[in-house]
């Protein structure tokens, strides 16, 4: 297990079709990897929390394009996929007392898969979307 410390940044957005998108185009053009992202919805507006590989840029490219963005410390622990690796961590910072306030997976490292999970108002509609996306690349 690999455990470091790096800035996480939150960024309300509207909850709008075509935000996420948004943030992620502004920080593709600018060169900016994400390593890890959590998108938390709300009646009208939604958090977004990023890990980025140079979290200034990121902040400045996000401020620059009038986004309200906030930076805190996050814990990035880099684990295996085994059963009850979750439990491990959460029993042993239980037993410092320490909370874990929130918590979320990040991406595969650059050319891995990775798992992203996007909940829609019709998920069959969206699927068949991107299945016709896939058999047009």
Sequence with gaps: MDIGIKR?????????????????????EKGIHISAFSVIDNVEQAMVRLVTDDSTAARIALQFAGLPVVEVDVLVIEMTDDIGSLALIGETLAAADINIEYAYSSTATIGNR????????NPRAAQS????????Q
Aim: no cysteine; charged share 15%.
């Design 8 to 28: 996480q940044i939150s960024v309300a957005i509207e909850n709008q079709p075509g935000r996420l998108g948004q943030i992620g185009r502004l920080l593709a």
């Design 114 to 121: 990775g798992r992203l999970i996007v909940k829609t108002a």
């Design 129 to 136: 979307v991107l299945v016709a996306l896939s058999g047009n």
